[in-house]
C-alpha cells in the first residue's frame, strides 16, 4: 500500500545548528501534509502543515518544504535546542482517504547535545 | 478546554481479559480516531468514525471493536487481549470542514497497554 516514509530514524545535531529531517511519500495526488512533534510518553503535537498548492511555508524557527515533483516533504528547525528533542512525524492525507484520516511515516528520533 | 482525553493512561492485562478504552474530546468534532503505535512502526489507524453512530476499519482492525454513541465519545475495546496488542494507543480528533480543507487532527496523551 501507499505509505508516508522518512530517510533516516534518528538525527542528532549539535546545539543551535539547524536541524532537516526529510520525509518521502508514494501518494501524488495527498493534497495535505503534517509535521508532529513527539516526546517521550507524550502524544503526537502539531508542529506545522502544508497544503499541496504551496511549496513552502514557515512557522516559528520551522520551515516546511514540499517538492511534488519528486514527492519529498522536509522539515527544516532553525538554532535547534535541546528541547527539540523528540520523535518527528510527517502525516499524509490522500485523496478520498476513509475518514480523511492522517497516514503516519516511521518517524525520526531528533538528538539535540549541548 | 481539555482537547482529547484518553483513560485509562495505564493498564496490565492477562491474556484474554477484556478491556474498554475511553476517548472524550470536548471540541465538537466529527471525526475520531484510534491508532497504536509499536516500536519501530510509527502510528497504524486501527478504526475511525466520521461521525455520531458511525464506524468504519482502519489499517490494523483485527481484534478491536470500537463504538461512538455520542459525537464526543469514541470507544475502543479488546474482548480477548493477546501479548501482540501490547501497545500505546492513542486516540484523535479532527473537525469536518465541509470537504473544502483539511486540518490537523489532535491527539490525547495515550494509553499503554500490557497484554502478559
Known amino acids: 500500500g501507499e505509505s508516508v516514509g522518512l530517510h533516516l530514524p534518528t538525527l542528532s545535531v549539535q546545539e543551535g545548528d539547524n536541524s532537516i529531517i526529510n520525509c518521502a511519500y508514494s501518494?501524488?495526488?495527498?493534497?495535505?501534509f503534517i509535521w508532529y512533534k513527539q516526546e517521550s510518553g507524550k502524544g503526537p503535537q502539531f508542529i506545522i502543515d502544508i497544503r499541496s498548492n504551496m511549496d513552502k511555508r514557515q512557522g516559528q524557527r520551522v520551515t516546511v518544504l514540499l517538492n511534488k515533483t519528486v514527492k519529498h516533504l522536509s522539515l527544516q528547525i532553525a538554532a535547534t535546542q535541546p528541547g527539540d528533542s523528540a520523535v518527528y512525524f510527517c502525516a499524509e492525507t490522500p485523496p478520498n482517504q476513509a475518514g480523511t484520516a492522517l497516514i503516519f511515516g516511521k518517524g525520526t528520533t531528533l538528538s539535540v547535545s549541548s | 478546554n481539555a482537547g482529547v482525553t484518553q483513560t485509562p493512561k495505564f493498564r496490565v492485562l492477562k491474556t484474554g481479559q477484556s478491556m474498554t478504552l475511553l476517548c472524550a474530546q470536548d471540541?465538537?468534532?466529527?471525526?475520531m480516531y484510534w491508532y497504536r503505535q509499536d516500536p519501530g512502526m510509527g502510528l497504524r489507524l486501527i478504526h475511525y468514525s466520521v461521525g455520531e453512530g458511525t464506524t468504519a476499519k482502519g489499517e490494523v482492525p483485527d481484534g478491536y471493536n470500537v463504538s461512538r454513541l455520542k459525537k464526543q465519545n469514541f470507544l475502543l475495546g479488546l474482548e480477548s487481549a493477546a501479548p501482540s496488542q501490547t501497545s500505546v494507543y492513542f486516540c484523535?480528533?479532527?473537525?469536518?470542514?465541509?470537504?473544502?480543507?483539511?486540518?490537523?487532527?489532535?491527539f490525547g496523551q495515550g494509553t499503554r497497554l500490557t497484554v502478559v
Open positions: 471540541m465538537n468534532h466529527e471525526y
Open positions: 484523535a480528533s479532527r473537525p469536518w470542514t465541509g470537504g473544502l480543507f483539511n486540518t490537523e487532527a489532535f
Open positions: 501518494n501524488s495526488a495527498s493534497d495535505y
